[in-house]
T-cell receptor, first 116, second 110 residues
Framework: DAGVTQSPTHLIKTRGQQVTLRCSPK?????VSWYQQALGQGPQFIFQ???????QRGNFPDRFSGHQFPNYSSELNVNALLLGDSALYLC???????????????FGDGTRLSIL | KNEVEQSPQNLTAQEGEFITINCSYS?????LHWLQQHPGGGIVSLFM???GKKKHGRLIATINIQEKHSSLHITASHPRDSAVYIC????????????FGTGTRLKVLA
């Protein structure tokens, strides 16, 4: 049973470019959350997708957008990249529903994005 | 001030020592999570707590809801325990929107 998988593992971009990161949730999960983790910091919540819609959003600009597909996989898109976007981007999956609320999210290994 | 504070930020211990990592939070929560992050970046959930105490192997996690404080203890520490330990809280049950602390970097020396 595969856990949460993310691709690519590493990525180098330059300022102003656009990037797309991908996440496949754990089998049986239908909700995907994205986090940004700057070096030496804890992860910060970007947004969450359920039923192909953005369900919650953190304090991130509109340059950060996402998508969820019918198979529950998700993409994170970042436009007009800034140096400050350099970070580890983590995807986490879970199963929606109060009966599952006592279970933690499962995290992927992350995509390390470097902006030059 | 961050909503979730951890201490210490860095910790070096000798193999076999008893280790305590502390977490304080300032918001109302439905659950508190302890997670482990290895150098590669992947995060593993250790505990999910809403009250009391949980134990798994050499790891023990406690929470005091009234004092808004939690501790993670590692007994008989081992070099393989070296990792970053992160505390995170969930304000509303089932939202899966975690607020993370900055982590405690633990190094256990042989």
């Amino acid at each position: 049973d595969a856990g949460v998988t993310q691709s690519p593992t590493h990525l180098i971009k330059t300022r102003g470019q656009q990037v797309t990161l991908r996440c496949s949730p754990k089998s049986g999960h239908d909700t995907v959350s994205w986090y940004q983790q700057a070096l030496g910091q804890g992860p910060q919540f970007i947004f969450q997708y359920y039923e192909e819609e953005e369900r919650q959003r953190g304090n991130f600009p509109d340059r950060f957008s996402g998508h969820q597909f019918p198979n529950y996989s998700s993409e994170l898109n970042v436009n007009a990249l800034l140096l400050g976007d350099s970070a580890l981007y983590l995807c986490a999956s879970s199963r929606f529903g109060t009966e599952y609320s006592n279970q933690p999210q499962h995290f992927g290994d992350g995509t390390r994005l470097s902006i030059l | 001030k961050n909503e979730v504070e951890q201490s210490p930020q860095n910790l070096t211990a000798q193999e076999g020592e008893f280790i305590t990592i502390n977490c304080s939070y300032s918001v109302g929560i439905s659950a508190l999570h302890w997670l482990q992050q290895h150098p590669g970046g992947g995060i593993v959930s250790l505990f999910m707590l809403s009250s009391g105490k949980k134990k798994h192997g050499r790891l023990i996690a406690t929470i005091n809801i009234q004092e808004k404080h939690s501790s993670l203890h590692i007994t008989a520490s081992h070099p393989r325990d070296s990792a970053v330990y992160i505390c995170a809280v969930e304000e509303n049950s089932g939202t899966y929107k975690y607020i993370f602390g900055t982590g405690t970097r633990l190094k256990v020396l042989a």
